[in-house]
């Protein structure tokens, strides 16, 4: 590989924080219900993706041109918003997502202004009423100007919204995180994974000396009357994956030549004062993307940039401008876990986004499940273990990963009724037990074209895709040629593990899986007996193998399967114990 890395001073200042472990993100911030609040949200806008009315669902989004001019003194933008659409059906009325506190200022359809008398916004969805319908099949455009504050962000990057902060030397420092709320914090869109545009121009106006880095390639910059035009182009941004960061930002540079063929930008827009711990981030970058390219597949946005921005709290896996929170902890494995985790959204959520965030698991699950890659492809077996043993120790089984309904992201990811933060932990569990059930080349040809769409991926051969659960056991049975049906309904669908159950009798160890629901569980179990490794094929749910009262039995000796275990429930008891109360 190639690395040139140099230092590039465009503007000011921005670098990363200390880090947090992931199980935190299930902690939800209150709820705040005063409507004069400068953190309240509608029901509406928190809502992302979910159930949607038949009228979003008819359009699809070809091409976002997104403009904001950026007040920090103020605390307040002023957006012009054009989203092109072709619709899949017939439809009446034109539906898009914007907090409803923005002041609308003028609409327009193909260039034609909208009366207001024909369009309201009382929750944050913002109803257009068509003059005439549109047909199956037709092309327009529709512009919103608009002003305001946008809601401050609550437990940012967690609970979504505008964090209004200074850098150390007291310039402005603003950052935007959609996770908890969507694009529809920030702007008009159609907050539904589904629903993403499929280009975006942007185009962020701020005061000269500030920047304003964003998604996708850089275009230019125009400066004119105190004021500096960041122009980006994207394509296939997540409907959380937009970003708005204004800062006095540094940037460090470099390319990374890839195993593929092409060259990858390399962009770290840190804050001054950061430049060590950026220096020692930036020294990740190639190792990161060796492992990635070299385990997984192609980076999927080489023609635009890896990049990572500082952000003033945790990381986010905003597109291709990743948010990284502080200063470089260093760790025993020798990578920094934060990026790496908010990285392989890259290719988790941003490439092979979840159709419906039911499937969430997809994006934090498979993301988790990474760490453990990460840390065995640089460190081998001992570290890929070390990371699996304390996942496995904060999964919950509270609710089953899978409901197999459609969901919003908050049902899934913060209320009490979803698994909230076993998409995590146990998520990645579930990947490493279907990996040692299925075989290595099964499961990464697998995981590719779940990722790709095909298990060949080049640059320029694949698309973004939407993942399902249930497209993923499609994919399993056919690179396997057998039916995994079993292995995901007990592991997705149910919230209990399965539990070994053993005895002996007449000189044998009988084993047999119990099972939530008594569901078929033909998961074949390895038995260590005085030394010798036993695998027991468990068709029926259960076997047996020669065992004397005294042999000395491990169940499951290399930790091959997801399984209850009775430690680590006693573990969690005493953990609660602990908690003040």
Same mark, same amino acid.
């Given at each position: ?57 008819? &359009?699809?989004?070809?091409? @976002? /041109? =997104? ?12 957006? !012009?918003? %054009? ?101 529809? &914090?920030?702007?008009?869109? @159609? /907050? =539904? ?12 106006? !701020?005061? %000269? ?106 990381? @986010? ?265």
């Amino acid at each position: 590989m190639r690395k040139a890395i140099r230092a590039v001073t465009i503007c000011g200042a921005v670098l990363l924080a200390p880090l947090s472990a992931l199980h935190a993100q299930r902690q939800v911030a209150a709820t705040v219900t005063d409507p004069n609040d400068p953190k309240f949200i509608t029901a509406q806008t928190r809502k992302q993706g979910g159930v949607m009315p038949a009228e979003q669902l008819a &359009l699809i989004f070809d091409h @976002l /041109d =997104h403009a904001l001019k950026v007040f920090p003194a103020e605390k307040r933008i002023e957006g !012009v918003t %054009t989203l092109s659409f072709t619709t899949r059906a017939a439809i009446r009325t034109l539906i898009l997502d914007l907090y409803p506190k923005y002041r609308l200022s003028s609409i327009s359809i193909d260039g034609k202004v909208v009366p207001p008398s024909r369009y309201s916004n009382p929750d944050g969805q913002l109803r257009i009423s068509l003059d005439k319908p549109f047909a199956a099949g037709a092309k327009f455009t529709v512009q919103v100007v608009y002003s305001g504050t946008p809601p401050l962000a609550k437990r940012p990057p967690w609970e979504g919204g505008t964090t209004w902060a200074t850098t150390p030397d007291g310039q402005p420092w603003i950052d935007t995180s959609l996770w908890g709320g969507g694009c529809d &914090l920030l702007y008009p869109c @159609l /907050d =539904h994974p589904t629903l993403k545009p499929a280009t975006s121009d942007l185009h962020y106006t !701020v005061p %000269t000396g500030l920047m304003a880095p964003g998604n996708g390639a850089f275009v230019s910059r125009v400066d004119k009357d105190g004021w500096t035009t960041w122009n980006w182009h994207a394509r296939s941004v997540h409907t959380y994956g937009s970003v708005l960061d204004v800062a006095p930002y540094k940037v460090l540079e470099g390319e990374y030549q890839s195993r593929f063929g092409n060259v990858i930008p390399m962009r770290l827009y840190y804050i001054p004062g950061e430049e060590a711990d950026a220096a020692d981030l930036f020294r990740e970058f190639p190792q990161t993307l060796d492992f990635w390219e070299n385990v997984i597949g192609p980076y999927p946005w080489a023609d635009q940039k890896m990049g990572v921005i500082r952000v003033p709290f945790s990381g @986010l896996e905003n597109q291709t401008l990743i948010g990284h929170s502080g200063r470089y902890e260093k760790t025993a494995f020798g990578w920094n876990w934060l990026m790496n985790h908010e990285f392989s959204h890259e290719w988790f959520a941003n490439q092979m986004s979840n159709a419906n965030y039911d499937d969430l698991w997809l994006h934090e699950g498979l993301g988790t499940y990474a760490q453990a890659l990460i840390a065995e492809y640089l460190g081998g077996e001992l570290d890929y273990m070390a990371q699996l043993r304390t996942q496995r120790n904060t999964i919950r089984n509270e609710k089953p990963l899978v409901s197999g309904r459609e969901r919003s992201e908050k049902e899934v990811y913060a209320d009490t009724t979803g698994p909230r933060g076993d998409i995590y932990n146990k998520g990645s569990w579930v990947a490493h037990t279907l990996r040692q059930l299925i075989g290595d080349d099964a499961f990464f040809t697998s995981i590719r074209t779940l990722v790709y769409g095909r298990p060949d991926p080049k640059p320029g051969n694949f698309a973004p895709q939407f993942g399902t659960t249930q497209g993923l056991l499609q994919i399993v049975n056919r690179v396997t040629g057998k039916d995994y049906k079993w292995f995901f309904d007990v592991y997705l669908y149910q919230a209990a593990l399965p539990r070994v159950i053993t005895t002996r009798e007449n000189g044998l160890l009988k084993v047999r899986w119990e099972v939530p629901g008594t569901l078929p569980f033909p998961m074949p179990l390895d038995v260590r007996v005085d030394g010798k490794l036993v695998t027991l094929p468990m068709t029926s749910g259960a076997g047996e193998t020669p065992a004397d009262a005294q042999a000395g039995v491990t169940i499951d000796p290399s930790s091959k399967i997801l399984r209850q275990l009775d430690a680590v429930d006693a573990f969690q008891a005493w953990e609660q114990r602990q908690r003040p109360r």
